[in-house]
C-alpha cells in the first residue's frame, strides 16, 4: 500500500512516464507487419490518430511524409530491434508537437454563433427568405457556425500557399 501511495504526492517521475509511454507506442508500432514504406507510414499515422482520439481536448499535428521517409531510411538501416526501438523513440519525441489553434479560427469560432442568431432574425423580416423561420436555432446556429470555421480554415490555407 505505502509503495503505491508515493505516487499519489509527487506523480510518476516525467523520464519514467515518457519511457512507459514511449515503450508501449512502439510494441503498438512493432505489432504491425512493416515491409515498405507504406505499412511504416500507416502504422505511424495510426499512432497520431489514436493521440488524437484518445486525449480530450489537445490534438497533435502529423509529422510531413518528408520527416517519415527520412525516419524510415534511418529505420530500415538499423540492425538490431533495440537500434529501430531507439530510432522510433527518438523520431516520436521529435515529431510530436501539439497543434496551435490560430486566432482567425479561435475569433472566427467566437463571433460566427451571435453573428448567425442575428442574421437569422434579420432573415425572418426579409419576404424572399421567410423559409428561414421553419429551421431551428439549435440546427441554424451549429450549422452557421462549422461553416463559417471551415471556410476560415480553408480561405486561409489557400491564401498561405
Known sequence: MGSSMGFLGKGVPPTQMMNMVMGSLY???TQKAINNFDDFHVAV???FNNFNSALPGRHFDFPTPDQIK???ARWKEAK???EKKKLFIEFMSKSVKPSKLDDVTMITGIVSPPAAMAAKRAGENVPQLKLIKLIPDVIFVPTVTILAIV???LSRRMYLK
Open 27 to 29: 510494441k503498438q508500432f
Open 80 to 82: 538490431d530491434e533495440e
Open 45 to 47: 499515422l495510426d499512432i
Open 70 to 72: 527520412v525516419c524510415f
Open 151 to 153: 471556410s476560415a480554415k
